[in-house]
């Protein structure tokens, strides 16, 4: 469906059905499946035919769905997992191991934060986190020999930050590395990363993709532009033999398929972070009306936005498509048809007028959820992000009297007048 539009790829791609076939995505429930000869499935095990045997690696449903999610996104191939988390961590330990080394954008999800800095570094993996601001010259200076990737979002959460894509792209080639884009917010319905230089995609499917806050999931999605073979040394996951599948070496076997078919045969192998057939047929409900749904949450957000911005109890509202929003040039550059439905914003009095402004509002309620078809809010300083310390959270833009506004698909005025009765 490649020459098909994104309405309709959202609608109809990655799936479709023969002469007498379902049009819906089956949801294949079966965790094994039946061969006739062990040489059958041994083909299998050796990577040499393509095809079902486990659920843990690979599923039907899953695989449509994903398929989809490369269309949208304009990538060679693309996995679920289990949740965006295990979409990251994936993505990153596909091609990082004990002694190297990632560069990443300070301002990014408070649990991303966290794996990174703290999870993977008991696994030998540093980090250095650099400014979504930082010039040419500062990004290089953060890179080492040792640097395997760089990672950043095209959105951050919840600061809102907009990643200066092409710029990290740059960088991470001219060090022969890939750049890894989290792409949650604004969906490949507003902005497509690949197309800016990023190498590889990740998502939390739990938000937009899904929109209805019933199917934790996550997807990865490889551009194929990155030559694994032209930086060899630097990454002999892909590049040299796996002794654990018999000696294969991925790029030279899989090409462009070889990220997903490594991050499958041996990531989804020993770690299982696998998403359900059910919620991968969940998600695809959610992707039907992707395009039609960010849309809404954009203009909704735009509404808010303007609203808090004129409001004498707001210190200062974070939103890229207001025009004295920092990133609002960025933003007409990557995200011209609108970003999406988040909003934050910090109140006159910090922390306690943040708890008491929430604690009135009727409308929208109190989550640890964003994206969502229902209006969500928090305070991140209280929850998704309360593991950084004040230093960690004013560096990542998130101070403590934040609150992080997910604007969901109700009408504009009622969540005004949700807004306006809470400060009053």
């Known amino acids: 469906m490649s020459n098909y539009k994104m309405n309709t790829k959202c609608v109809q791609g990655g799936y479709t059905p023969g002469n007498g076939e379902p049009r819906q995505i089956p949801i294949v429930q079966s965790t094994t499946f039946k061969y006739n000869t062990s040489e059958d499935m041994g083909k299998l095990f050796d990577l040499e035919a393509s095809g079902y045997f486990y659920t843990r690696l690979q599923n039907p449903t899953n695989d449509y769905v994903a398929a989809k999610i490369a269309e949208l996104e304009g990538g060679v191939a693309a996995m679920l997992t289990s949740s965006g988390q295990a979409a990251n961590f994936f993505a990153l330990f596909n091609i990082c191991e004990c002694g190297d080394h990632i560069v990443a954008s300070s301002s990014i999800y408070g649990g991303t934060f966290n794996l990174i800095s703290v999870t993977m570094a008991k696994m030998g993996i540093e980090v250095t986190f650099v400014s979504p601001d930082a010039t040419e010259e500062e990004l290089n200076a953060a890179f080492k020999e040792n640097t395997k990737a760089m990672f950043g979002e095209t959105i951050a959460n919840p600061a809102l930050t907009v990643l200066d894509i092409e ?139 303007e609203f808090l911005q004129n409001h004498p109890k707001v210190e200062k509202v974070h939103f890229s498509g207001l025009p004295t929003d920092p990133y609002y040039a960025r933003a007409q550059k990557y995200l011209p048809n609108g970003g999406c439905g988040v909003v934050s914003f910090e109140l006159k009095g910090g922390r306690k007028a943040a708890e008491e402004f929430m604690s009135k509002l009727k409308l929208a309620a109190i989550e640890t959820h964003v994206a969502d078809a229902r209006t969500c809010c928090l305070n991140p300083a209280t929850s998704t992000h309360r593991q950084m310390t004040d230093e960690q959270l004013a560096a990542a833009g998130i101070p403590a009297g934040l609150v992080r506004m997910s604007c969901g698909l109700e009408d504009k005025a009622d969540l005004i007048a949700d807004l306006e009765q809470a400060l009053a």
């Open 167 to 305: 710029l990290f792209a740059k960088v991470a080639h001219a060090h022969g590395v890939p750049l890894i884009v989290d792409n949650t917010f604004p969906t490949p319905v507003h902005c497509r990363p690949i197309e800016w230089g990023a190498d590889i995609v990740t998502h939390s499917t739990t938000k937009y993709m899904d929109g209805h806050g019933v199917a934790v999931g996550g997807a990865i999605v490889d551009s194929g532009n990155f030559d694994w073979m032209a930086h060899a040394e630097k990454f002999p996951g892909l590049t040299t033999p796996d002794e654990s599948y018999h000696g294969i070496t991925y790029a030279e076997k899989f090409g462009k398929g070889a990220f997903i078919t490594k991050c499958t045969a041996q990531l989804m192998r020993d770690f299982g972070c696998i998403q359900s057939p059910q919620n991968a047929f969940y998600l695809n409900m959610g992707l039907e009306s992707l395009h039609v749904r960010i849309a809404r949450h954009a203009e909704n957000g735009q509404a808010v936005a």
